[in-house]
């Protein structure tokens, strides 16, 4: 019996990639290019399309924890076949930053580009912390060669301030767009938190305007992390009680308008908040299971089933109200 090679990697067959771009609505042109013989060979036209699938990755498939508070299992699978039913299958449906990356990878790869998963750190920034400093390997992010050797930087499941496009890796480009007036842009550097000066990293960082501070949000490796590395990863994130994912519930979707992103609707705890072009909008505050289950559906097309909805009860993220849901 032969045995299964350690490198192999799930793929997508063309049926599922066929669905999975009507279920981005990603424009007829593009995926017309992805059958042509130019896309892998032709860097230009590789990196619109790329970038193209990206953003219409992130309009369609938000950025969420809902599994690991409604549901009867409060957990979360990587297994690539898995990921496609729900982010594919069900309506308007994402994952935390492991289940999205994970699975864009997997779409990355079935289309034929040279891609692998590396492990990135958060910036305690990210959560508020003053004092700074990374976590611990808690992130995924997917870096894709081009036919012409430079490689790219694509990140699906980072959330608000997270890219809107494949990030070249070169230290002398290291400005990006982004949704004016804020502005993203990679560095390589040493963080603070190694004893080895000489250790360099990519580092992520955001900034609200040009007159703002530049702020880290990640930092990241080139080192390839495989599927049981990140076994591990999902095991803490998603079930330690000092991960904010286990006591905050968060969906965040990009706005997309004619290929460009314009902004990002969120729910964060009880807030639905949007953000367009810089400016921010506070549409409600959920008082109740009720509200934020309406919510969802309201704003961001969601519609949980009675398991799920009841699978929040005596959760730490409840929302205790009158008309809570089994009251």
């Known amino acids: 019996m032969s045995k299964a090679i350690p490198s192999h990697r799930p793929l997508y067959s063309e049926k599922q990639i066929s669905k999975y771009f009507s279920h981005i609505s990603l424009p007829q042109d593009l995926q017309e290019l992805y059958h042509?013989?130019?896309?892998?060979?032709?860097?230009?036209?590789?990196?619109?399309?790329l970038t193209q699938l990206?953003?219409?990755?992130?309009?369609?498939a938000p950025f969420e924890n809902l599994q690991l508070h409604y549901s009867s299992h409060h957990t979360i699978s990587l297994d690539p076949g898995y990921l496609y039913s729900k982010i594919v299958e069900e309506d308007n449906r994402g994952g935390y930053c492991m289940e999205n990356n994970c699975f864009f990878g997997t779409v990355l790869r079935s289309l034929g580009f040279t891609v692998h998963n590396a492990g990135a750190r958060v910036s305690h920034a990210v959560t508020g912390d003053p004092a700074g400093g990374f976590e611990c390997w808690c992130h995924m992010i997917n870096i894709v060669t081009l036919s012409d050797g430079k490689k790219y930087m694509l990140d699906?499941?980072?959330?608000?301030?997270?890219?809107?496009?494949?990030?070249?890796?070169?230290?002398?480009?290291?400005?990006?767009?982004?949704?004016?007036?804020?502005?993203?842009?990679?560095?390589?550097?040493?963080?603070p938190d190694n004893t080895d000066p000489n250790q360099k990293l990519w580092i992520y960082q955001h900034r609200i305007d040009p007159d703002a501070p530049w702020v880290p949000m990640y930092c990241f490796t080139e080192l390839e992390f495989l599927p049981s590395d990140y076994e591990m990863m999902n095991m803490r994130t998603s079930q330690s009680r000092t991960s904010f994912f286990t006591y905050r519930v968060m969906v965040v979707k990009m706005i997309l308008e004619q290929g460009e992103v314009v902004g990002t609707l969120m729910l964060v705890g009880a807030e639905v908040k949007r953000r367009v072009r810089g400016k921010?909008?506070?549409?409600?505050t959920c008082k109740t299971e009720v509200e934020r289950v309406q919510a969802l559906g309201k704003w961001f097309g969601i519609r949980l089933r009675e398991d799920e909805?009841?699978?929040?009860?005596?959760?730490?993220?409840?929302?205790h109200g009158e008309s809570n849901i089994g009251d």
Do not use: C, W
Not at 37 to 47: F, G, I, P, Q, V
Not at 280 to 284: C, L, S, T
């Open 309 to 319: 909805k009841a699978g929040i009860k005596g959760m730490v993220t409840e929302l």
């Open 54 to 60: 990206q953003r219409h990755q992130l309009a369609t």
């Open 36 to 49: 042509t013989s130019s896309l892998h060979k032709n860097s230009n036209e590789t990196l619109h399309f």
């Open 280 to 284: 921010a909008e506070h549409i409600m």
């Open 156 to 191: 699906v499941g980072f959330g608000g301030n997270g890219p809107i496009q494949p990030l070249l890796l070169d230290p002398e480009h290291s400005h990006s767009q982004y949704i004016p007036p804020a502005e993203v842009r990679l560095i390589y550097d040493n963080i």
